[in-house]
């Protein structure tokens, strides 16, 4: 597994003291075209890898069976090794004081069966929706929307950066 560095610590961030860690998974799934399959939000109008918090009591693999099927709708997968590892110090993103030390980890997935995606609370309001995406267009529409307000909202600052690390580590594991 390669530790993406350095870490992310979301601009104006000010320590209170209190940082809670907070574990997520997420899925790299890529086809034979060398697209990945990513999460198209149309309210932030940005693509991310699928996944997220794990719950207590829950295994890695547990979690990303759970949101891949929340948001793409997988029912039958086969998750594989770890490939990438990285972490954010960063606000909640309910907008809250609250500090994490998030650490992500990316698991080469494979899917083999599609079914109806279970969007969930935020997964409903951000619209998102599974779409197959070449890396470098990716890229180039997450670098676009990053500079605009929502993304530059307080919890939500790291996110396309932690996204993009990923990504360019990715299009030069598939060269």
């Keep these: ?25 997420r899925a790299i799934i890529t086809n034979e075209q060398h697209e990945v399959l990513l999460v198209y939000s149309k309210l932030f109008e940005d693509y991310t890898f699928p996944g997220g918090g794990i719950k207590e009591n829950e295994t890695d693999i547990d979690c990303l069976k759970r949101e891949l099927n929340e948001e793409i709708g997988a029912v039958d997968l086969t998750v594989y090794e770890p ?31 599609f079914g109806e995606q279970n969007l969930q609370g935020r997964e409903l309001a951000h619209g998102i929706t599974p779409i197959w995406v ?38 030069e594991i598939l060269k």
């Excluded at 907008?95 to 083999?112: A, F, W």
């Excluded at 529409?141 to 932690?162: A, C, D, W």
Aim: glycine share 6%; with cysteine.
């Design 83 to 113: 490939l990438f590892s990285i972490d954010e110090l960063r606000y909640g993103v309910k907008g809250s004081d609250n500090v994490y030390l998030q650490n992500s980890t990316y698991y080469r997935c494979q899917i083999h069966t």
């Design 134 to 171: 070449s890396i470098d267009k990716a890229l180039v529409q997450n670098e676009k929307v990053l500079p605009n307000s929502l993304h530059q909202t307080k919890g939500l600052k790291t996110v396309l950066i932690r996204e993009n690390r990923i990504l360019k580590a990715l299009k």
């Design 1 to 25: 597994m390669i530790n993406i560095t350095p870490m992310i610590i979301e601009e104006g961030l000010i320590e209170n003291g209190t940082v809670k860690e907070r574990k997520t998974v």
